[in-house]
């Protein structure tokens, strides 16, 4: 049995001015790997929604998944998911994102994990690149870019 895919999410929001960005850092068999994008004009629901199908997009069928976040809000996405399901009780807002990660959590078996930042932690790492992208994308709009390599390996995972 492989290891499963180590994923660290945050997210972060200005709710004043709107805007929202995210990052993830990945460890797989393949190396680690990181995304961080960013839009205006978006809720903080939103916001780690998309960074959720971000970091679980590409992850191929039936992969075991770790998913480490601070995020209180990210860690009860796949719980919200799941009770949704069970009373046919659809979120109101942000319908198109919660239906892409419903069907990523189907298609993953994903374990969410409540993480500390604690400084050089990939946890942090990934906090400190969401508060980057949330700040470009203040300025320059939504946009989603992968991490640069020479900046993941100073990303803490061990």
């Given at each position: 049995m492989s290891a499963p895919?180590?994923?660290?999410?945050?997210?972060?929001?200005h709710a004043a001015f709107r805007v929202g960005g995210w990052a993830f850092v990945r460890a797989d068999a393949g190396g680690v790997s990181g995304a961080a994008g960013g839009e205006r004009q978006i809720d903080l629901e939103r916001a780690g929604l998309a960074g959720l199908l971000a970091a679980l997009r590409?992850?191929?069928?039936?992969?075991s998944v770790e998913l480490f976040t601070a995020s209180p809000d990210l860690l009860a996405v796949p719980r919200r998911i799941a009770a949704a399901e069970a009373s046919?009780?659809?979120p109101a807002a942000n319908l198109d994102l919660w239906a892409s990660v419903s069907t990523e959590l189907r298609?993953?078996?994903v374990t969410a994990r409540r993480a500390e930042r604690?400084?050089?932690?990939p946890t942090a790492f990934a906090a400190a690149w969401?508060?980057?992208?949330?700040?470009?994308?203040?300025d320059k709009g939504a946009f989603k870019a992968p991490i640069p390599k020479p900046n993941l390996a100073k990303a803490g995972v061990a």
């Open positions: 895919i180590r994923i660290w999410l945050e997210i972060a929001h590409d992850v191929s069928a039936g992969a046919e009780d659809p298609r993953l078996k604690a400084p050089q932690s969401a508060d980057l992208a949330r700040d470009r994308a203040k």
